[in-house]
């Protein structure tokens, strides 16, 4: 059971825009705690998508963005694409005993 | 163009060790530091612990603490994961992955490598 929680599946149909969702405790979305954010395509490694709640990685599209606002955070992208499809994980750090850097249970995204 | 480059996949049994290497190349190795994540089949990320390439210190998750040790050989540029006492529930994909932002630990994690296989099976 992740400390982070995500649902875990979001779909859509290419064009249309998803949004994904990830709450924790206090231990772990306190207002100086970043959110960042993972894309992980089938077979791949996990690659940065959004860090420190809203910014993105040069070469990351503008169609990725992200929020943050008390204890939750979401991942929006608009305009969905095939390529799209992948697994997405938000991670913070925690303040609790359990460790210091945690991630969300990850969330599959469908392009219907 | 910067590179995390992780050695190859590994088969142990039970109670053996397993020792992970992550080369890295394409920037100064000691600006950085280096966390070890792994992810078991068909499951989600699960953070292991964080070296600093700059002084070697390490910062252990509680879950696996007592049984890995992270070290950093900053001649070759190569991060070390071993991980000892290996069980069943240790098979899984091993990340090493690159902190963010130079000299500040923790923040989020911009380069990742390849991933290494480890399978415990008798």
């Known amino acids: 059971q992740s400390v982070l929680t995500q649902p875990p599946s979001v779909s859509g149909a290419p064009g249309q825009r998803v949004t994904i969702s990830c709450t924790g405790s206090?231990?772990?979305?306190?207002?100086?705690?970043?959110i960042h954010w993972y894309q992980q395509l089938p077979g791949a490694a996990p690659k940065l998508l959004i860090y420190?709640?809203?910014n993105r990685p040069s070469g990351v599209p503008d169609r990725f963005s992200g929020s943050k606002s008390g204890t939750s955070a979401s991942l929006a992208i608009t305009g969905l694409q095939a390529e799209d499809e992948a697994d997405y994980y938000c991670?913070?750090?925690?303040?609790?005993?359990?460790?210091?850097?945690?991630f969300g249970g990850g969330t599959k995204l469908t392009v219907l | 163009q910067v590179l995390l480059e992780q050695s190859g996949t590994e088969v142990k049994e039970p109670g053996a060790s397993v020792k992970v290497s992550c080369k890295t190349s394409?920037?100064?190795?000691?600006?950085?530091?280096i966390s070890w994540v792994r992810q078991a089949p068909g499951q989600g990320l699960e953070w292991m612990g964080w070296?600093?390439?700059?002084?070697?210190?390490?910062i252990y998750a509680q879950k696996v603490q007592g049984r890995v040790t992270m070290a950093t050989d900053t001649y070759t540029s190569t991060a070390y994961m071993e991980l000892r006492s290996l069980r069943s529930d240790d098979t899984a994909m091993y990340y090493c992955a690159r902190d963010s932002t130079p000299m500040v630990p923790l923040i989020a994690f911009d380069i990742w490598g390849q991933g290494t296989m480890v399978t415990v099976s008798s």
């Open positions: 070296i600093s390439a700059n002084n070697g210190n390490t």
């Open positions: 394409g920037y100064t190795f000691t600006s950085y530091g």
């Open positions: 206090s231990s772990n979305f306190r207002a100086d705690y970043d």
């Open positions: 991670q913070s750090y925690d303040s609790s005993l359990s460790g210091y850097v945690v």
């Open positions: 420190r709640n809203i």
